[in-house]
């Protein structure tokens, strides 16, 4: 049965990093997009971060871009999630998710998700 398990949540203080890592099993994720999702209390999950199957394209949420890195290694099938220079505001649960077929941000497109990591930012 495929898998995704998140790592490397915490919490950390404004202005540091963390870096989340997502490790799929089950199934060969290589083929699939790779995203992460965030959800924050009281709000709906939103898209943050994806990366193509061959980690040659990468798309970010706009208040991530140049703070945050996706990466992956289809050797170790898993997905990294780079995240530098925290804002309180960044504070979520964080999923990775996995697709067949094209990029999407839309989080009901996506066939595969973790069960999320805690990231708190204090201020």
């Known amino acids: 049965q495929a898998q995704l398990v998140e790592s490397g949540g915490g919490l950390v203080q404004a202005g540091g990093s963390l870096r989340l890592s997502c490790a799929a099993s089950?199934?060969?994720?290589?083929?699939?997009?790779m995203g992460w999702f965030r959800q924050a209390p009281g709000k709906e999950r939103e898209f943050v971060a994806a990366i193509s199957w061959r980690g040659r394209s990468t798309y970010y949420e706009d208040s991530v871009k140049g703070r945050f890195t996706i990466s992956r290694d289809n050797a170790k099938n898993t997905v990294y999630l780079q995240m530098n220079s925290l804002k309180p505001e960044d504070t979520a649960v964080y999923y990775c998710?996995?697709?067949?077929?094209?990029?999407?941000?839309?989080?009901?497109?996506?066939?595969?998700w973790g069960q999320g990591t805690q990231v708190t930012v204090s201020s």
């Open positions: 089950g199934r060969t994720f290589s083929s699939y997009f």
């Open positions: 998710a996995a697709k067949l077929g094209a990029m999407s941000t839309t989080l009901n497109e996506y066939d595969y």
